[in-house]
């Protein structure tokens, strides 16, 4: 069981279109983070969100953290190629739980074609 | 500043052999992470060092351990590797608070022959 589903899995889109990228949980964390990879390259951290209700751009990227603290969308406008990459979820301290590791989603790959 | 390193970046390895992978974290960063990413599985977590204490452990046979030295470079070992071991072993460095996020390496990417 996965405890943080990502949707879509996959997205391919036009350069200038707008997405919205989700993470969905039935449990609870204390903080969540959302991270881009490219290949043969580690995750690189875009942005935290750690208060219930929280939402926080980042240029063209907007992220909100869920009310109840289980969910979180990206929401990218007006794509570039430069955006392309593997967008991954993670959330620290599952259901009050130790919040010294990050559980991941499997991630949403996301292209965007000029 | 520097960031994480991890050495050396791609290793192949035969079935039955060990393997130790080495993570130098950004200077002033006292936690240490290790993630393996497969296709099928994602990223999932190995285990996690501060100053030297292991504070969790992820859900991975005894095969896989680690440690961290004083300096906080951590190391990582596999024995007895399988087919399946075969994946990008990423290590990530913070300052211990997870909420401030993490810094990972560019990884390492072993294959088991």
């Known amino acids: 069981t996965q405890l943080l589903e990502q949707s879509p899995q996959f997205l391919s889109i036009q350069e200038g279109e707008n997405l919205t990228v989700y993470c969905n949980s039935s449990s609870v964390f204390s903080s969540l983070q959302w991270y881009r990879q490219e290949p043969g390259e580690g995750p690189v951290l875009l942005v935290t969100?750690?208060?219930?209700?929280e939402v926080k751009k980042l240029k063209r990227l907007t992220f909100q953290f869920g009310d109840a603290r289980k969910d979180s969308s990206l929401h990218i406008t007006a794509a570039q190629p430069g955006d392309t990459g593997l967008y991954l979820c993670?959330?620290?301290?599952?259901?009050?739980?130790?919040?010294?590791?990050?559980?991941f989603g499997k991630g949403t790959l996301l292209t965007v074609n000029p | 500043k520097a960031g994480v390193t991890q050495t050396p970046r791609y290793l192949i390895k035969t079935r039955g052999q060990q393997v130790t992978l080495s993570c130098s974290p950004i200077?002033?960063?006292?936690?240490v992470s290790w993630y393996q990413q497969t296709p099928g599985q994602g990223l999932q977590f190995l285990f996690e060092?501060?100053?030297?204490?292991?504070?969790n452990k992820g859900n991975f046979p005894g095969r896989f351990s680690g440690r961290q030295f004083s300096n906080s470079r951590s190391e990582m070992n596999v024995s007895t590797l399988e087919l399946g071991d075969s994946a990008l072993y990423l290590c990530?460095?913070?300052?211990?608070?997870?909420?401030?996020?993490?810094?990972f390496g560019s990884g390492t990417r072993l294959t088991v022959v």
């Open positions: 060092y501060f100053s030297e204490t292991q504070r």
């Open positions: 993670a959330g620290a301290g599952l259901s009050g739980g130790s919040n010294y590791k990050l559980t």
């Open positions: 990530a460095s913070s300052l211990g608070d997870p909420a401030r996020g993490y810094t």
């Open positions: 200077s002033g960063h006292r936690s």
């Open positions: 969100v750690v208060t219930g209700g």
